[in-house]
């Protein structure tokens, strides 16, 4: 039996025929992890990068949904930076940047898909506030500067095994900055009837800022003070 080229499974692998497998092993996984260690994801958690709303099957859905969206940030970087050396670079980078969308358009067409029917498609924004609005905007300038970094490595003439560490940045800042949660579930402390809202740490202003921005500009969701 032929084996396949290293570059050849790897392609395979952060391409477009494993994107509904590896979507259902992180999104399982995930639901996996919430069910047995709830606790984890409570500040200050483990992983309250994936703390969302309270109700049970929301807050699952935002976990997985989150989980799903760093993931395919990292695989589109991957099966850019190999597609993009299998080729000659562009007259210029802006051509390299306009390919880009084309050749990762099934990862684009999965995130934008699956986005919609975790969120809106279950009704979950519209009962628990704007939670998946806005960490998919988030996700979005994410994915854009990930895009961007990984065709300018490419434009610059890096080895392709740094072009591999270095495409996804944006995405291990995203998980580094949001860490300590993302949402007003985790910067809500109670005590009784009372509730503070108050970040315990820069990260999370930080994530608290960006939530506030996106409610002032496109809109506040549903009361969050419970």
Same mark, same amino acid.
């Given at each position: 039996?032929?084996?396949?080229?290293?570059?050849?499974?790897?392609?395979?692998?952060?391409?477009?025929?494993?994107?509904?497998?590896?979507?259902?092993?992180? /999104?399982?996984?995930?639901?996996? +992890?919430?069910?047995?260690?709830?606790?984890?994801?409570?500040?200050?958690?483990?992983?309250?990068?994936?703390?969302?709303?309270?109700?049970?099957?929301?807050?699952?859905?935002?976990?997985?949904?989150?989980? +799903?969206?760093?993931?395919?940030?990292?695989?589109?970087?991957?099966?850019?930076?190999?597609?993009?050396?299998?080729? /000659?670079?562009?007259?210029?980078?802006?051509?390299?940047?306009?390919?880009?969308?084309?050749?990762?358009?099934?990862?684009?067409?999965?995130?934008?898909?699956?986005?919609?029917?975790?969120?809106?498609?279950?009704?979950?924004?519209?009962?628990?506030?704007?939670?998946?609005?806005? /960490?998919?905007?988030?996700?979005?300038?994410?994915?854009?500067?990930?895009?961007? /970094?990984?065709?300018?490595?490419?434009?610059?003439?890096?080895?392709?095994?740094?072009?591999?560490?270095?495409?996804?940045?944006?995405?291990?800042?995203?998980?580094?900055? @949001?860490?300590?949660?993302?949402?007003?579930?985790?910067?809500?402390?109670?005590?009784?009837?009372?509730?503070?809202?108050?970040?315990?740490?820069?990260?999370?202003?930080?994530?608290?800022?960006?939530?506030? +921005?996106?409610?002032?500009?496109?809109?506040? @969701?549903?009361?969050?003070?419970?």
């Amino acid at each position: 039996m032929t084996r396949l080229p290293g570059r050849r499974v790897a392609r395979i692998l952060t391409g477009p025929l494993c994107i509904l497998p590896i979507a259902f092993i992180v /999104a399982f996984g995930t639901d996996r +992890l919430i069910e047995s260690n709830f606790n984890m994801i409570l500040p200050p958690g483990h992983v309250s990068f994936l703390r969302g709303s309270d109700d049970y099957g929301c807050s699952n859905l935002f976990a997985g949904t989150t989980a +799903l969206w760093v993931t395919f940030g990292f695989l589109a970087s991957w099966y850019l930076t190999i597609r993009l050396s299998e080729s /000659a670079p562009s007259a210029s980078f802006l051509r390299d940047l306009a390919r880009a969308p084309w050749i990762l358009k099934f990862h684009l067409a999965a995130f934008l898909l699956g986005s919609y029917v975790f969120s809106e498609g279950g009704g979950c924004d519209e009962l628990y506030g704007n939670d998946f609005r806005n /960490a998919f905007v988030l996700a979005g300038v994410c994915y854009v500067l990930t895009m961007g /970094a990984t065709v300018l490595l490419y434009r610059l003439g890096w080895p392709e095994a740094t072009r591999v560490l270095l495409g996804p940045t944006a995405m291990v800042l995203w998980l580094f900055v @949001g860490a300590d949660g993302m949402t007003p579930k985790t910067w809500q402390r109670w005590s009784g009837d009372q509730v503070t809202v108050k970040a315990t740490s820069r990260r999370q202003a930080l994530m608290q800022r960006w939530y506030e +921005l996106c409610e002032r500009t496109l809109g506040r @969701g549903a009361d969050r003070s419970r």
